[in-house]
């Protein structure tokens, strides 16, 4: 043990004074023969004065003195800090960039262990940190050598930043330092392993490692588990195929620093209000440096997710933020005879164009009219009915946009349905009639060919009233044929596209609230190659984008930041120097002091600002100097504060035991000995608090603990206890837990119902008897397990209930158990799978004339964290146990939506609804209970009107 201010244990040597101080007596009295002092003698006192004080209040007065004493003078109880390499004035640089956030705090303990090292040997130090500050981004302030102390206090203000490491300018610091003639003794780098990403970055690191080795000796501090993780958009590399583009809900990419070994990282999606709607594990190979992150979810539920994050590696690089360009749009596709035949399918090129970035539907106009679209895709052909045009342009008329494309139909006028139609000008021009936005020469124009004197024409650069102003035009692109609109003097207003003659290529026009739009080339190869190119991708991804009302901002305007992020990736205020960015220059404009990554513009046209934006590689930085691991190495521990809380303590015990010595008179001395006693309670709680607090990271942590079957019964038969099936998946397991312990609360606080906690179980092991309801989440990976089986039908023969729940995954309307289908072939595989053997009765449809609708809230939904899910019940008549039903099948997700953590407060979104759809399903689940319970005993209420009037009669 060593003593930072070892001169105060000098007070030790006055002890002896503060025993004689204690002891001290008063004079003794002198004999004095008094005659009536003998009636005195006769007087009993109530108590007795002492002349000194006890020996054991005396003792603990010596203790708390020596306390305070020794707490002062600093004791310290060595660690093993970090080697301290040289002689002379320390440099320390410290990678404070975006890449050091998550293991900061690691981080910061290793640096004050080494500054507390450096003090101990009256070194000087210069601190340097590798990423520019906020208040001083060019990194212009003076380094000059300062007291180890000093230097602790500049770490203290240190904190990550949410951009690159600046090696370039601080190589250019450090050899300021040496033109300066500073001697050096050595060098710790802290760093964060990483190396400088962008296509110099080799040259950069070997520059700043240069100008770091001429300084002196270099040790370098790395951190074991310091693996670097980006989050970006996904790229068209590996963007899924317009086939799986919904299933397999490719949102972003992970880069990260190739190792040896696989790893596992968890991705957490978040919607606007901070609530998680999805988590999925993403596997990254040895090897491997990019993977794409795949989370699939339901359109709705996609559009919402505002923010990805890595679970346990918070920083700006591991948060990707989404703005409107990202959400999927919906889109329908009319279906003709040779839609999807590969390369000359009318539907092929669209298909592909689109489907990474919007919500595909195909089928027949009737069909798609019925669904929420955005924008409706008419190939050539598909619109040739009067009727199914009409009913078109009212759908247009009421916001929606239809885009067309020209062919051999459109190119013969076979869009009219009569000759009088034809010759009409006012049907021609009528956009209602013909759902053209300009009226059309009644042949193709051919540009090329054998036949032909003409070359096909390319492209003519994008106005500015345009959508499509901004794409570059490729010169490549060109049109062989075309469908020709007629002269007008209003056609360049309706032109949005022009071939190089001046030809239109895409026109345009308002009908109603909507808008219809017409490529005068068909989708497919035939006519040009435009739909070969990328420009094809960009025009129908503006088009759908200006239909959504997210039109693009033009490339001059600057955007201001609402909403920046910190270096752990939490979302704040602006600081005062961020500047706007113009709208052109988001994707490549790497974050930095002026321009931090955050949220920029309105809300009708935000854009976001991410690292993973310029990031597209990680690799590891090339080792600096001798390569230091802190793991192993311990701070100093002071045991000042714990030696002056003591001494103090004991202080508070003499106070209490002094009031009750001294002869106050006996109301004093309860009140205030109960107030010591109260305060002297308070005092060691708290001190045993912060005691237990300050030692919490050197024990080892408790393992977190599940109801398990063995001790989960005994709970179970003394009070009433909902249970949930374990499917071996630690966080649909917690979900459920979690669930169901935020529904039996609800129903304690609501009803007379007691519930207790609520119990996991693995049917076949446990004995189910004790409960009235099991809640059994159906995963992908689902088994079948004959001993399961068994368990549940003879726990639903004895009036048990299940709900089974697909958790998203919509049923079929079937009303027959072996015909349920879903969206996700797994999961409905493993429905089948798992219920195969179960005595399921004939199912219905659960509807708001069921018992279950009004066996406590009277409910007409049954939603759970998703609306609109069917819910199904055992058909009327068929079931047993007093025609209650032994199952409740749905995939509403009802434990999401009921979760609550150990505050009280819900984890996850409910969609689409909110706080309204969170309490329907609390009350679904009220009235579940409740149905389990008491069985259908409401269901007598129906008869009640007609039992009062036979009452009557």
């Not at 203000?157 to 370039?168: C, D, F, G």
């Not at 996609?302 to 990805?308: G, H, I, P, Y």
């Not at 679970?311 to 009319?334: F, K, N, Q, Y």
Request: net charge negative.
């Amino acid at each position: 043990m060593i003593f930072q201010s070892p001169a105060l244990l000098a007070a030790l040597a006055s002890l002896p004074a503060i025993w004689w101080l204690l002891r001290a007596r008063p004079p003794s009295p002198r004999a004095q023969i008094f005659p009536p002092v003998s009636l005195l003698a006769r007087l009993t006192p109530n108590h007795d004065d002492a002349a000194t004080p006890p020996f054991w209040l005396l003792l603990l007065r010596l203790a708390a003195a020596a306390l305070l004493i020794l707490g002062l003078s600093g004791p310290t109880i060595p660690g093993e800090p970090l080697p301290l390499p040289g002689n002379g004035t320390l440099l320390l640089v410290i990678d404070n960039d975006m890449m050091a956030a998550p293991d900061w705090n690691e981080r910061n303990a290793s640096a004050h262990a080494l500054l507390d090292a450096a003090g101990k040997s009256g070194r000087r130090v210069i601190l340097l940190p590798t990423a520019s500050n906020e208040n001083d981004p060019s990194g212009a302030e003076a380094l000059r050598p300062v007291s180890a102390e000093q230097a602790s206090h500049q770490l203290d203000a240190l904190r990550p930043l949410p951009w690159s490491a600046e090696r370039h300018q601080t190589s250019a610091r450090l050899q300021t330092l040496r033109a300066d003639g500073t001697a050096i003794g050595a060098v710790v780098y802290f760093s964060t392993g990483v190396a400088t990403p962008g296509g110099n970055g080799a040259v950069t690191d070997r520059e700043f490692a240069s100008a770091m080795q001429a300084l002196g000796s270099v040790q370098e501090v790395r951190f074991a588990d310091s693996n670097g993780f980006v989050l970006g958009r996904a790229t068209s590399d590996n963007a899924p195929s317009p086939d799986t583009a919904t299933s397999s809900g490719v949102m972003a990419r992970l880069i990260t620093v190739p190792t040896d070994a696989p790893r596992h990282i968890r991705i957490r999606a978040h919607s606007e209000d901070g609530g998680t709607l999805a988590l999925t594990e993403i596997a990254l190979p040895a090897g491997s440096g990019e993977v794409p992150v795949s989370i699939p979810l339901p359109t709705v539920m996609r559009n919402r997710v505002d923010m990805l994050t890595i679970d346990g590696h918070a920083s700006a690089a591991t948060t990707l933020l989404l703005d409107e360009g990202d959400r999927l749009r919906p889109v329908g596709l009319i279906a003709s005879g040779t839609g999807d035949t590969p390369l000359v399918g009318t539907l092929f090129y669209l298909k592909r164009a689109l489907g990474p970035t919007s919500d595909l539907h195909t089928g027949s106009s009737a069909s798609l009219r019925s669904q929420p679209l955005s924008v409706l895709i008419a190939p050539d052909g598909t619109l040739a009915d009067i009727e199914t045009r009409r009913k078109i342009a009212d759908w247009v008329r009421q916001g929606g946009t239809l885009i067309r494309f020209a062919g051999r139909t459109l190119a013969g006028s076979e869009d009219s349905t009569t000759d009088a139609d034809t010759q009409n000008p006012a049907v021609l021009s009528d956009p209602g009639s013909t759902l053209l936005p300009v009226p059309l020469m009644p042949a193709a124009r051919q540009l090329g060919g054998t036949m032909s004197w003409g070359k096909p024409q390319s492209l003519a650069d994008f106005s500015d009233n345009s959508p499509f102003h901004g794409l570059e035009v490729p010169k490549d692109v060109t049109v062989s044929r075309q469908v020709l609109a007629q002269p007008s003097a209003d056609l360049s207003v309706h032109s949005w596209a022009r071939l190089a003659d001046g030809t239109p290529l895409v026109t345009h026009t308002q009908l109603g609230k909507g808008e219809i739009v017409l490529f005068h080339v068909t989708p497919t190869a035939d006519w040009s190659n435009l739909p070969l190119s990328g420009l094809f991708v960009s025009m129908l991804t503006r088009l759908v984008e200006h239909a959504s009302g997210v039109d693009m901002p033009s490339d001059n305007v600057i955007l201001s930041p609402v909403l920046t992020l910190d270096g752990e990736g939490t979302l704040g205020q602006p600081s005062p120097m961020a500047r706007g960015l113009a709208s052109s220059k988001f994707g490549d404009t790497p974050p930095s002091p002026e321009h931090p990554p955050g949220l920029y513009g309105s809300r009708a046209a935000r854009r976001a600002l991410n690292v993973g934006d310029t990031v597209h590689s990680l690799s590891a930085l090339v080792p600096t100097g001798a390569v230091t691991n802190p793991a192993g190495h311990r701070p100093d521990r002071r045991l000042g504060p714990d030696l002056l809380a003591l001494g103090l303590l004991l202080l508070a015990c003499d106070t209490v035991a002094t009031i009750f010595l001294r002869g106050f008179s006996l109301p004093f001395r309860r009140r205030a000995g109960r107030a010591a006693l109260h305060a002297m309670t308070a005092t060691g709680l708290l001190l045993g608090g912060l005691t237990v607090s300050a030692h919490a990271q050197d024990a080892p942590a408790a393992p977190t603990t599940e109801a398990s079957p063995g001790n989960a019964v005994p709970g179970a038969a003394l009070e009433t206890r909902l249970a949930y099936v374990m499917t071996d998946d630690a966080e649909v397991d917690t979900v459920s837990r979690e669930g169901l312990q935020g529904l039996s609360d609800y129903v304690n606080t609501r009803t007379s119902a007691v519930l207790g906690h609520p119990d996991g179980v693995h049917p076949g092991k446990d004995d189910l008897a004790y409960y009235p309801l099991l809640y059994w989440p159906i995963t992908p990976n689902a088994k079948a397990d004959p001993v399961m089986t068994t368990a549940l039908t003879t726990f639903m023969a004895r009036g048990g209930m299940i709900i089974i729940d697909t958790q998203g995954v919509d049923t079929a309307t079937s009303t027959d158990a072996d015909t349920l289908a879903g969206e996700a072939p797994g999961s409905t595989a493993a429905l089948r799978r798992v219920t195969a053997g179960l005595p399921i009765p004939p199912l219905m449809h659960l509807d708001d004339h069921h018992v279950l609708s009004h066996t406590f809230y009277l409910l007409h939904d049954f939603s759970g964290r998703y609306a609109g899910q069917p819910v199904w019940v055992a058909r009327e008549g068929e079931a047993e146990n007093d025609d209650v039903s032994p199952v409740i099948i749905g995939s509403a997700d009802w434990a999401h939506a009921w979760a609550i953590d150990p505050n009280g407060d819900t984890r996850f979104a409910v969609l689409p609804g909110g706080d309204e759809q969170r309490r329907i399903a609390y009350r679904f689940g009220v009235n579940a209970v409740i149905y389990a319970l008491t069985g259908n005993y409401k269901a007598d209420q129906v008869h009640v009107p007609a039992i009062l009037k036979r009452l009557g009669q």
